[in-house]
């Protein structure tokens, strides 16, 4: 007998449950990428709907119920999504810092931050750092590829001084006319 934590896509909040044991009979099905969980495209579409809300663009394009679906799917935690939520529907205040957490946490950046620790130069690792994090980061526009490649740095730098001179040299880079 078991014990786990079981959520499903439109629960808040995970149950706690108890299992029978399972044979497992090929380990490989027992993992699954956490990119997965959420499809590319639907999280392509929920942080350029985050970025525009947050800079004040709201598009009346968005379908306010599909934006709560993809966040209720993804792999945000509750506390996370409900927040978010909220201020979608009007109920509270977006901080930046949300958005950059959400989009730290939409996507796993370790092995692009490892990838693009060999570049020599912040071109270089950007670069690096676009096409090892996503390669479909390259078809969205600069606006959005800066605003994810930014709340990463952004997240990685708390606390952290290594990540704090990369994050001011990138902002630098981008300052000047730094394109991705």
Not at 9 to 31: A, G, M, Q, R, T
Not at 52 to 71: C, M, P, S, T, W
Request: hydrophobic letters at 40%; charged letters at 30%; one cysteine or more.
């Amino acid at each position: 007998m078991g014990v786990a934590a079981v959520y499903h896509n439109d629960w808040i909040e995970p149950v706690l449950c108890h299992f029978s044991k399972y044979e497992v009979k090929n380990i490989k099905d027992l993992y699954e990428d956490v990119q997965d969980i959420l499809p590319r495209n639907n999280r392509t579409e929920l942080v350029k709907y985050l970025v525009d809300y947050n800079a004040g663009r709201e598009n009346a394009d968005y379908n306010i119920e599909k934006v709560e679906h993809l966040l209720k799917t993804s792999n945000l935690t509750s506390s996370l999504k409900v927040k978010l939520i909220d201020k979608i529907q009007g109920r509270g205040e977006l901080e930046e810092e949300t958005v950059a957490r959400c989009i730290c946490d939409l996507f796993q950046s370790e092995g692009a931050l490892v990838s693009a620790s060999r570049a020599e130069n912040i071109e270089e690792w950007n670069k690096l750092f676009v096409e090892h994090l996503d390669p479909e980061l390259k078809l969205l526009d600069r606006i959005y590829q800066n605003a994810i490649v930014g709340a990463i740095l952004e997240e990685k730098s708390e606390g952290n001084i290594e990540f704090q001179d990369l994050n001011l040299k990138w902002c630098n880079w981008i300052r000047h006319g730094g394109i991705i």
